[in-house]
């Protein structure tokens, strides 16, 4: 990003498959980070920094913050593909094979958990990859409906007492949503489509 992007604050067009993985990367963190993190530091209140300075709180999130983030992963890429398939139309087993592996990437380019079986991260990509596929034979869902499957997976790994939450789920939820379809405006700004799809390798192309 040059100068002046950066002093007015402009981001740079993704055009790339290594770009889009940096953007889909700080997306799905962003995606966990403001559900688990911010709702905990909302919910405890004043009692904010007393929780966060607790060994036993910090583990426990850290290690819900890593369970979550292939699920906010999946949410991210099956946005993406919902913006990219209609510029990659007779293309769309490449395209699909091409998201698979931004997700099995991105997961690669952290460490694997603490405290977890060294394939963690592999089954992941396949559960990443499972839940991709599938939502590929539909039409795309609307931004604000993709995060509903995963939602409350991701909300029972926040490590404040479930009888502490059960009220908030909705207001979280919808949150959430916001913030998918953000999102969305934020990649039909930024994602190149056509340069996107024309990198696609075309001997996967449909006839």
């Known amino acids: 990003m040059g ?43 004043i009692l904010a920094e007393k929780l966060f300075r607790e060994q036993s709180f910090k583990d426990a999130i850290e290690e819900g913050r890593w369970r979550a983030f292939p699920l906010s992963l999946s949410n991210v890429l099956e946005l993406v593909d919902g913006h990219l398939r209609g510029a990659a139309v007779g293309q769309e087993p490449a395209l699909l094979d091409a998201l698979v ?60 007492h479930p009888d502490l939450m059960k009220l908030d789920r909705d207001v979280v939820l919808n949150h959430m949503r916001g913030m998918m379809v953000n999102m969305a405006a934020e990649a039909s700004t930024l994602l190149d489509r056509r340069a996107l799809a024309s990198s696609l390798p075309a001997s996967q192309a449909l006839p």
């Not at 055009?15 to 405890?44: I, P, Q, T």
């Not at 990509?125 to 997976?153: H, M, N, Y």
């Open 3 to 45: 100068l002046l992007d950066a002093i007015l604050g402009r981001k740079k067009t993704v055009a790339s498959w290594s770009g889009l993985e940096d953007f889909v990367d700080a997306r799905a963190a962003f995606l966990v980070n403001r559900s688990m993190y911010e709702y905990s530091r909302a919910r405890a209140g």
């Open 101 to 160: 592996a931004v997700g099995r990437n991105v997961l690669s380019r952290y460490p694997c958990p603490a405290g977890v079986d060294p394939d963690w991260w592999r089954e992941q990509g396949d559960g990443v990859e499972t839940s991709l596929r599938r939502a590929a034979l539909a039409e795309p869902k609307a931004p604000q409906d993709i995060c509903k499957a995963t939602f409350d997976e991701i909300f029972a790994l926040v490590p404040i």
